[in-house]
């Protein structure tokens, strides 16, 4: 399953996060993975029992595997992101393997954000097999590439032997 942090719709890092839980499912050899765009849910993700929101965790936290993607926004993920997150409780992601994706102007403040994110998927229990993606927005010319090349870093990691 893929979630997506951006308060944009169809974003860029959306669209990255598509490819790579896409392509990650085509490895483990698993059905294409579920999409929730945290931008189409806006102002919901503050209300406790809005239904849409309540199945957007449940399949996060049931998920086989997932690719939780965000820009950087102010030297961490971004507040939507963090607002769905805090849904879980300390460990509720527990042995869910999550890869983490995050965008941004540069590659330092993309890999500074990612180890927040990393912190936090940590904290809530999930697994992360292999290193997150940290990619400047310059680097999104050849997505095909960038995914390519990642799903080859993590490919062993999510048990898939080496072409």
Known sequence: MVLSGDPRPDSHTARLANGIGSGAAQLIGARPP???DL????HRLLVPDDTDVIRAVAAVRDADLL????PEYNGTFTGVLKVFLDRFPSGGLAGRP???VVTS???GRAEVAESHLHAL???LGATTPGPGLAVAEDQLTRP???ISGYLDRVRSALGVPSH
Request: hydrophobic letters at 50%; aromatic letters at 8%; glycine letters at 4%.
């Open 98 to 100: 999550t890869l983490s």
């Open 67 to 70: 690719v939780i993607a965000t």
């Open 105 to 107: 102007s540069t590659p």
């Open 39 to 42: 931008a189409d849910y806006g």
């Open 121 to 123: 998927l940590a904290d």
């Open 144 to 146: 095909d590439v960038l």
């Open 34 to 36: 579920e999409v929730f």
